[in-house]
């Protein structure tokens, strides 16, 4: 299997992701396509020490790079000659059979969109993070790729969720909840009451009704419904809100010897905490309704981060899920091919 | 002054209202009229051996009760002999001077708008719980009144939170922000990039232009404008994300005979956070914009977060903050009396 990796994407572009590459190269069984300036990647090869699993890795060159402030619309335009414009269409003309970027989230699902294309029946591409809980984890599907949704797409966000929930994390039956304000089936504003009507009755769905952001830490359920405003605000919350209690909590270790002496005597089970609400556990997000396997990964994702998620990529390229997501969708209403 | 108090509003009423507000006659120097059931009033403030303090207060007797699951319109028809209803409407013919319930949010907010009725010019009331943050603590203006917004609102939802900081809470220039998927101006669904329009051009509002939901627990701005939808869930998912690690964290130091040590050494510093964290500490949410001031208290509230709302409700009824409200709104195009 060979997977197309953006190597100029994300923070801490190109070193860490060659650092991930090779890792992966050597240990997870894949070939890779590294996408940006060949020269650029060669030097930073041989500064990290690197340069022997590099050259098992092929170089999709392209001088370009699209950064995290350009607009989501350049990788169509000014920056289609970028490393993620140029991994987009060799994955979609089949060099590759997955691509995985941490960089611009927007500018990745409006290629995932318009480069590789969505599963024929799908309406919207959804950005879908997998997130630790405090049981376990979740994915919040759409976390913002759309602002503005119609009920039919949350629908289709809640089903594509659930296969990929089933078919690539392993979760059986998959428990998915429709982000709002109060659990009973009326409350919301009219895109959700309609939203709950179709996930209700779609068939084959573990439809568990509404859920309140507050039962969202909890792990009440594995697929987090919403349009991609809330999902957004929904994942920078959590995210954000985590990190300050953690950050909290990490200053009051620091105060004073004696507090050291107790954060020592602790020390192992704090950093299972760490580990457990670390978002980088499960890898990044896919982009969900793309044809072939697209996924974002965290954007400051260090080497071993990089290397978890090209396990994971490996694996759900493995799964097929876009295959059975495919089949799912079939006679769907909207084409591959729809412009919105 | 006097205060008008739901006497079984919440979780916890009659019992730990009344306690509250027995502490809150002795000590406070307020005036406290109770709406309930006399008997059952008297009943409990001797069983809670309160009776004298009690003699103190009024009683508004109404035989009936509304309840947590109850439709927020009952307030206005099938409950409209509830203790929610008689204070409501003894605080807009001018019986007391504020109304405070620890109930039902939604019909709380009905029963301001359509029988304590609104501020001349203000299209919905906002309800606004204050919060605590790692640096203090900060608003959600609308954190759930209104799940169907128009940019004008949202307006109105931040001039009303930047009065009432500044008047009451003692913020100077509140910096106000508006919860959007990301900071620059074009951001966001149409609702957003307009309401960014309009309070970015609102003399004398100290907007600070977009906030990201990962930067609301760090205090960055001191009002968080939001719709009702995005603000309710806003609200619940930092409780319940700040409760789950709160959770973990305790786990840890119950594990086992050693770190159960470590806690004891750190313990008061995680009082201290608890304390800081705790969202009893200011003492609930006003219903801004309604012509009296109407307060929720939070509907787990036991005695001393009684005794706190209290305090807060004094205060901030002797800041005048309607009247303010009053003069700023002065000249706004939607009536009173407004219906919609």
């Given at each position: 299997?060979?997977?197309?990796?953006?190597?100029?994407?994300?923070?801490?572009?190109?070193?860490?992701?060659l650092?991930?590459?090779a890792?992966?190269?050597?240990?997870?069984?894949?070939?890779?396509?590294?996408?940006?300036?060949?020269?650029?990647?060669?030097?930073?090869?041989?500064?990290?020490?690197?340069?022997?699993?590099?050259?098992?890795?092929?170089?999709?060159?392209?001088?370009?790079v699209l950064?995290?402030?350009?607009?989501?619309?350049?990788?169509?335009k000014?920056?289609?000659?970028?490393?993620m414009?140029?991994g987009?269409?060799?994955?979609?003309?089949g060099?590759?059979?997955?691509?995985?970027?941490?960089?611009?989230?927007?500018?990745?699902?409006?290629?995932?969109?318009?480069?590789?294309k969505?599963?024929?029946?799908?309406?919207?591409?959804?950005?879908?993070?997998?997130?630790?809980?405090?049981?376990?984890?979740?994915?919040?599907?759409?976390a913002?790729?759309?602002?503005?949704?119609?009920?039919?797409?949350?629908?289709?966000?809640?089903?594509?969720?659930?296969?990929?929930?089933?078919?690539?994390?392993?979760?059986?039956s998959?428990?998915?909840?429709?982000?709002?304000?109060?659990?009973?089936?009326?409350?919301g504003d009219?895109?959700?009451q309609?939203?709950?009507?179709?996930?209700?009755?779609?068939?084959?769905?573990?439809?568990?009704?509404?859920?309140?952001?507050?039962?969202?830490?909890y792990?009440?359920?594995?697929?987090?419904?919403?349009?991609?405003f809330t999902?957004?605000?929904v994942?920078?919350?959590?995210?954000?809100?985590?990190?300050a209690?953690?950050?909290?909590?990490?200053?009051?270790?620091k105060?004073?010897?004696?507090?050291?002496?107790a954060?020592?005597?602790?020390?192992?089970?704090?950093?299972?905490l760490?580990?457990?609400m670390?978002?980088?556990?499960?890898?990044?997000?896919?982009?969900?309704g793309?044809?072939?396997?697209v996924?974002?990964?965290?954007?400051?994702a260090?080497?071993?981060?990089?290397?978890?998620?090209?396990?994971l990529?490996?694996?759900?390229?493995?799964?097929?899920?876009?295959?059975?997501?495919?089949?799912?969708?079939?006679?769907?209403s909207?084409?591959?091919?729809?412009?919105e």
């Amino acid at each position: 299997m060979r997977i197309i990796i953006d190597g100029f994407g994300g923070d801490n572009a190109p070193g860490e992701i060659l650092l991930g590459c090779a890792q992966a190269v050597e240990e997870l069984g894949v070939d890779i396509t590294v996408a940006g300036d060949k020269d650029k990647l060669l030097a930073c090869a041989k500064e990290k020490g690197v340069e022997a699993a590099f050259h098992k890795m092929e170089v999709l060159h392209c001088p370009d790079v699209l950064a995290m402030e350009d607009e989501p619309g350049s990788v169509l335009k000014e920056k289609s000659e970028s490393s993620m414009a140029a991994g987009l269409r060799a994955v979609a003309q089949g060099q590759g059979e997955a691509f995985a970027s941490a960089g611009n989230s927007g500018a990745l699902t409006v290629g995932a969109t318009m480069i590789v294309k969505r599963i024929k029946g799908v309406k919207r591409v959804a950005f879908a993070p997998v997130l630790p809980s405090a049981q376990g984890f979740f994915m919040i599907s759409d976390a913002g790729a759309n602002v503005e949704c119609r009920p039919e797409m949350l629908l289709q966000f809640g089903l594509m969720g659930s296969i990929y929930m089933e078919q690539v994390m392993g979760v059986k039956s998959p428990r998915v909840g429709l982000v709002n304000v109060g659990t009973e089936s009326h409350k919301g504003d009219p895109l959700r009451q309609n939203a709950y009507g179709l996930l209700k009755d779609c068939p084959g769905l573990n439809f568990v009704g509404n859920i309140e952001p507050r039962d969202i830490p909890y792990g009440h359920c594995d697929v987090v419904v919403a349009d991609g405003f809330t999902g957004n605000t929904v994942l920078k919350l959590y995210e954000g809100t985590a990190l300050a209690i953690v950050g909290m909590v990490k200053d009051i270790f620091k105060k004073s010897a004696k507090n050291k002496l107790a954060a020592a005597m602790i020390y192992g089970d704090l950093q299972g905490l760490k580990k457990t609400m670390d978002y980088n556990t499960y890898g990044g997000a896919a982009i969900l309704g793309a044809a072939k396997p697209v996924f974002k990964m965290h954007g400051n994702a260090k080497a071993p981060a990089v290397k978890n998620a090209l396990r994971l990529v490996r694996d759900c390229t493995q799964s097929r899920y876009v295959d059975k997501m495919r089949d799912a969708l079939a006679g769907g209403s909207a084409g591959e091919n729809e412009q919105e």
